[in-house]
């Protein structure tokens, strides 16, 4: 099955910087790769996904990134904000299931 | 529109028991998924229903776990003779396919 490593754990910028989110995946079959945003005691809201047909994907201050080749995507986050602050997850999969990465948790400081 | 919804938001039970939780997905989506959240990790996936089928239960972690969607809607999540080690938060999911799914706002499970 699908493995999804996800670096670092734990980020902490201040308000304006950048924060760069990285995660690898395992299953070359995978198609399909979605982050999403966990506030404290909330669901998981999707914020950008790509798909592995481009190398990617922006939308305002979020970016994703794909190499397929080397198996890796990332999530870049430009003048970060305080509410950018929480737990993001990364996602790999093919079909329809996918298999999440362990999360990292933003702080980001005013 | 209404988003999918869970119930019991909580729940704390005795080891040994039985549980339902229960989740209601957005109104015509097909795809139905339960995930398992611990503190600290990302959700795991349990089970995903296409339509009234359970297309992949391969996340189940043993036979005390079993979910139904009957009608294709509703779906229930059935934990038999519960263990201090299920306690988690249980996260159901829906979508139209291959795609965004949306979450609903979980269910924390206490096993005492």
């Known amino acids: 099955g699908e493995n999804v490593e996800q670096h670092p754990s734990t980020l902490s910028v201040q308000e304006g910087d950048s924060a760069v989110i990285k995660c690898t995946y395992s299953?070359?079959?995978?198609?399909?790769f979605p982050w999403y945003k966990q506030e404290l005691g909330k669901r998981p809201q999707l914020i950008i996904d790509?798909?592995?047909?481009?190398g990617e994907k922006k939308d305002q201050r979020i970016a994703v990134t794909l190499n397929k080749t080397a198996k890796h995507f990332s999530l870049h986050i430009t003048e970060t904000q305080p509410e950018d602050s929480a737990v993001y997850f990364c996602a790999a999969g093919g079909s329809y299931i996918p298999t999440f990465g362990r999360g990292t948790s933003l702080i980001v400081h005013p | 529109g209404a988003g999918v919804s869970q119930t019991p938001s909580n729940k704390v039970t005795e080891k040994g028991k039985y549980v339902e939780l229960r989740c209601d997905p957005i109104s015509g989506h097909t795809a139905l998924y339960w995930y398992r959240q611990s503190l600290g990790q990302g959700p795991e996936f349990l089970i995903y229903?296409?339509?009234?089928?359970?297309?992949?239960d391969s996340g189940l972690p043993n036979d005390r776990f079993f979910a139904v969607r009957p009608e294709g809607s509703v779906s229930t999540l059935k934990i038999q003779r519960t263990e201090r080690g299920d306690s988690a938060v249980y996260l159901c999911?829906?979508?139209?396919?291959?795609?965004?799914?949306?979450f609903g706002p979980g269910t924390r499970l206490t096993v005492l």
């Open positions: 299953d070359s079959a995978s198609n399909y």
């Open positions: 999911a829906s979508s139209t396919g291959q795609g965004e799914q949306f």
């Open positions: 790509i798909r592995s047909n481009v």
């Open positions: 229903f296409q339509g009234t089928g359970a297309a992949d």
